[in-house]
């Protein structure tokens, strides 16, 4: 045991949690006592578990924690089931075909419980509240939060990180280095073994690392700080970005800042925004800032995944981006990754359509080569009902962008390509105006996708570039204005008839309307009408009974 532990205290904390190295450990031939069901548990000391994670102690789960799993393996220790993820429906098989002792991979997420004595068919959540409550309840345990935040960004050290201004003098007596040395810089990288050796790169750089300090040698912390924390205050340089005399302008920050909205991914909700968040208190602390957070509002966005699973070189499972672009192109990519589905949801890019993309923005730049009319042509003579669809386009795509509802702004830009398609292929073509006021909101929406596409639509309608600087196009009010609205008229939840109907129509006429129609009295023969539910103009819901 003991010359396992000097090995575990000469390995770095980082290689520990590396889940590719082989699982090492020793049996300390005593047993624990599971306080749930009284079972003896062999005591096992691993280096893959870290001391500063909750007590230091864990229970494993074979079965559903692949480290866990790769270590009974390892030292052939009993993998016991006690949770089915299996649902109604899936495809994944039974759980003796998904047995982890057999397919070496744990079975993880949320679950039905099995093998658990009482707790059998309760759901996760529901049997760990159960448990804690009966520990709880004997004074065995009591419920805990262990945060499992490493500190990758100053643990992980990288030679191309953001040097740590401080040095160190002979006992050991922190220096900052002087103002006029600022920013410390990294020595040139020519002719450098930068192999790792030790806890950083830099370390064994001595002459980088070896300086003098007032006659006197110091050595220069050779830790760098990770990318994240160095742009974690990036938002409060934007304001006075070419003021050399300070970090930031004070006053600037005030007048602009906290930002209104924050867009990341999952790591940015961890790492970054942590550290922004955490700069932020200490300058609002110093009294630098008038606010203690830097953002407003949050908006996670998904990750790009493949079959299911989140990309990894070690698993082979990519979509290599270069690739994507010089076969479809940046537009192309670049709507397809805004229509896939919510910004917030992750996208299977198994699951959509380049080529369909690509499709779609060959078919909008043709629109903008068939205008025949002129730049300015007033669109007031031109086809209404084309113009009723184009400003209710106008009317709603600012709010879909504000909302981050990207993927129906496009498919609502798709939707008013196919309009101005049609009215070109059926009424007087590319001369009538109402197609070029069309063509040119199109080419705009688009802006915001495919800003390619765009720019060169935008040419080929007679304007100058650029379209990314032309301010959206007011909707007409008067043509917001429906004449008739389709009624749906339900019995018993069903749609059973449908109706045009005035817009203003008031309760009382639609209700007399619904049931006087052909279809509602059929579906009401030999029943008795027990109320009805108006919602005009567009919904009558009966209910009866038999």
């Known amino acids: 045991f003991r010359s396992y532990l000097e090995q575990t205290q000469r390995t770095s ?10 699982k090492t450990g020793v049996f300390l031939e005593r047993y624990a006592t599971n306080p749930v069901n009284g079972e003896r548990l062999p005591i096992w000391v691993a280096d893959y578990v870290l001391a500063d994670y909750g007590t230091g102690a864990i229970m494993a789960v074979p079965a559903h924690d692949q480290r866990d799993l790769d270590f009974a393996l390892t030292f052939d220790l009993p993998i016991r089931v006690v949770l089915d993820p299996t649902h109604e429906g899936d495809e994944l098989g039974s759980l003796a075909e998904r047995d982890p002792a057999e397919t070496r991979v744990a079975l993880s997420g949320d679950g039905v419980m099995v093998n658990s004595g009482a707790l059998d068919g309760l759901g996760k959540a529901e049997a760990i509240a159960r448990i804690i409550d009966g520990l709880e309840a004997k004074g065995t345990g009591r419920r805990a939060t262990t945060y499992r935040l490493r500190d990758w960004l100053i643990s ?9 201004p401080i040095m160190y003098g002979p006992g050991g007596e922190e220096i900052p280095v002087p103002q006029d040395q600022l920013p410390v810089l990294l020595p040139a990288t020519e002719g450098l073994d930068l192999t790792p050796k030790g806890s950083s790169p830099l370390g064994a750089v001595a002459s980088w690392v070896n300086q003098t300090h007032n006659g006197v040698p110091v050595t220069r912390d050779a830790d760098t700080m990770d990318t994240f924390v160095d742009s974690s205050w990036y938002f409060l340089r934007f304001m006075s970005a070419h003021d050399d005399t300070q ?50 509002s949050l908006l996670n966005q998904g990750m790009v995944i493949l079959d299911g699973a989140k990309m990894s070189k070690s698993k082979g499972n990519l979509v290599y981006f270069s690739e ?38 060959a078919r909008a730049w043709r629109l903008s080569g068939d205008v025949t ?29 504000e909302a981050f509802k990207f993927n129906v702004a496009v498919a609502r830009t798709m939707e008013m390509v196919n309009h101005t398609r049609k009215a070109i292929d059926t009424g007087p073509g590319g001369a009538d105006p109402a197609v070029r006021e069309a063509a040119e909101a199109i080419a705009l929406a688009l802006s915001m996708f495919a800003p390619h596409t765009a720019e060169d639509m935008w040419e080929r309608l007679g304007h100058e570039p650029s379209v990314a600087l032309q301010i959206w196009p007011e909707a007409d009010q008067s043509l917001l204005v429906e004449d008739s609205v389709t009624a749906i008229i339900q019995v018993n939840g069903k749609v059973r008839d449908r109706v045009d109907v005035a817009p203003t129509i008031s309760a009382e006429e639609l209700e007399k309307l ?7 009295q059929r579906a009401l023969a030999g029943k008795t009408v027990v109320n009805v539910v108006v919602r005009a103009p567009k919904v009558v819901a009966i209910n009866v009974a038999d």
Do not use: N
């Open 13 to 22: 904390e980082i290689d520990r949690q590396d889940a590719s190295r082989e």
């Open 156 to 164: 992980r050290q990288r030679f191309w990180g953001t040097p740590i």
């Open 247 to 296: 970090a930031f302008d004070v006053e600037k920050v005030k007048q602009w800042a906290p930002v209104d909205q924050y867009v990341g991914g999952v790591e940015h909700a961890i790492l970054h925004l942590l550290y922004a968040r955490f700069i932020t208190k200490v300058l609002h602390d110093l009294g630098y800032l008038d606010f203690e957070e830097p953002f407003s």
């Open 324 to 361: 994507e672009l010089d076969a479809y192109g940046v537009d192309a990519v670049r709507l397809t990754m805004a229509f896939a589905g919510p910004p917030e949801d992750d996208i299977d890019w198994r699951d959509v359509s380049p080529v369909g993309s690509q499709k779609f923005l």
């Open 373 to 401: 009319s002129a730049p300015g042509t007033s669109p007031v003579a031109g086809d209404v009902e084309l113009r009723r669809l184009l400003h209710r386009f106008l009317a709603d795509i600012p709010g879909l962008i």
């Open 514 to 520: 619904a049931l006087s129609t052909d279809a509602i």
